[in-house]
């Protein structure tokens, strides 16, 4: 199971770019990574998923280099309301079918945007 | 319609007690998820549900019951709980396992 890592915590302003990097050095290649957002009393809400190179939504882009090790979610210019925990999850979209150990929450990236 | 609900919203019970939390999903969704979050940690996988039939148990204590009676529906019964099994239990559903869809969590305290 792919481990990752990810800032406890990061500081920014409205309008800034934020970019929060996540580490998975043991990614396995049915891997897909993903990244869910979570407001405090409400459930992780899904923001953008990839597998490689970028990926882009109307919400954020997700960068992730040709060996895959790590992974960037960015933010473009973000508001009070983008203030949350951010998880990044690696896993086997398939997992419930082949059996393998089912995606595991990391300890996320708590962000705090100031006015 | 891309909600996945949850019944109670919040949840007081003795540790004697037996209640129930429900989870409803009408996506069509082939999986169901129970997880339970405690303060400032991420949540915990607690069961998985393919195909209504159980296929992931994380080891969870025997006081939790999970019940999926149709595809739609998933239940977590309770029984003898603990304070410390005090958190706020999510429960998602997914068609690709990665892309999940939560609920907004029942808030239970055990006291």
């Known amino acids: 199971l792919a481990k990752t890592t990810q800032p406890i915590s990061m500081d920014s302003y409205e309008g800034q770019e934020v970019n929060i990097t996540c580490s998975h050095n043991n990614i396995a290649t049915n891997d897909y990574i993903t990244w869910y957002q979570q407001f405090p009393s409400q459930g992780p809400r899904f923001i953008i998923q990839?597998?490689?190179t970028k990926v882009t939504n109307e919400v954020a882009s997700l960068f992730i280099p040709a060996d895959r090790k790590s992974s960037t979610l960015s933010l473009p210019r973000v508001s009070l309301s983008d203030t949350a925990v951010y998880y990044c999850l690696v896993g086997d979209p398939l997992f419930v079918d082949t059996g393998r150990r089912a995606l595991t929450f990391g300890s996320g990236t708590r962000l705090q945007v100031q006015p | 319609d891309t909600e996945v609900t949850q019944t109670p919203k919040h949840l007081v019970m003795g540790m004697t007690n037996k209640k129930s939390l429900k989870c409803e999903q009408h996506m069509g969704h082939r999986a169901m998820y129970w997880y339970k979050q405690k303060a400032k940690k991420p949540p915990e996988l607690m069961f998985v549900y393919s195909y209504e039939k159980l296929s992931i148990n994380e080891s969870v204590p025997s006081r939790f019951s999970p019940e999926c009676p149709n595809s739609s529906l998933l239940n977590l019964h309770l029984h003898a709980l603990q304070p410390e099994d005090s958190a706020l239990y999510l429960c998602?559903?997914?068609?690709?396992?990665?892309?999940?869809?939560f609920g907004p969590g029942t808030r239970l305290t055990v006291t």
């Open positions: 998602a559903s997914s068609q690709t396992d990665s892309l999940q869809y």
């Open positions: 990839g597998y490689k």
